[in-house]
């Protein structure tokens, strides 16, 4: 499989919000259908849909508003990378340019904590993010969450859900 140069989305994030879900990088699927979560395996809308009643079959942008109208907003902690294929693990270690979070953070003064979407994404968030948030004084949970990845196959939907629980406490106004 060849090596490409994945670039991410922009942050889709009101000023309300509670919750920040990051992913890593989005997945091929993702990419080519430009919305976050795209491929129809992984469990993230259907995540959303039981904890923030966000109806996953809604057309993306209205799913989008949805959530951010929850307290939840999305980004990646990885702007662009190398990468075979989907896989996390196929990112080529040392491409990573992570995104400005620490700046669209110090924008959000009702953000109540950070949910990192696998462990790539909240390894990648201790790496590049939290040294800089550290200089802030802000102190913020910054939550490891199971991925909801098709190939994170072990954590089935209700599985996902009990572990994704704080997310639909701590959105809430």
């Known amino acids: 499989m060849e090596e490409t140069t994945c670039i991410g989305f922009p942050a889709q994030v009101s000023g309300d919000c509670r919750v920040l879900v990051l992913g890593s990088m989005p997945s091929v699927a993702s990419l080519q259908a430009a919305q976050y979560y795209a491929h129809p395996r992984n469990r993230f809308w259907p995540l959303m849909q039981a904890l923030c009643g966000v109806e996953a079959a809604l057309p993306y942008a209205t799913r989008i508003a949805a959530l951010n109208a929850s307290g939840v907003g999305l980004w990646d902690v990885i702007g662009q990378c190398r990468r075979r294929g989907s896989l996390d693990a196929s990112i080529v270690r040392g491409s990573e340019v992570p995104n ?9 003064p009702q953000l109540r904590a950070v949910a990192c979407n696998g462990g790539t994404a909240h390894q990648a968030f201790l790496r590049f993010i939290a040294p800089t948030l550290a200089q802030t004084g802000r102190p913020l949970p910054i939550w490891s969450l199971p991925s909801t990845s098709p ?9 996902l859900q009990a572990a994704w629980q ?5 959105r809430r106004p």
């Open 100 to 108: 400005a979070l620490g700046a669209l953070i110090a924008t959000l």
């Open 151 to 159: 190939a994170n196959a072990a954590w089935p939907l209700p599985k």
């Open 166 to 170: 704080p997310l639909a406490d701590a």
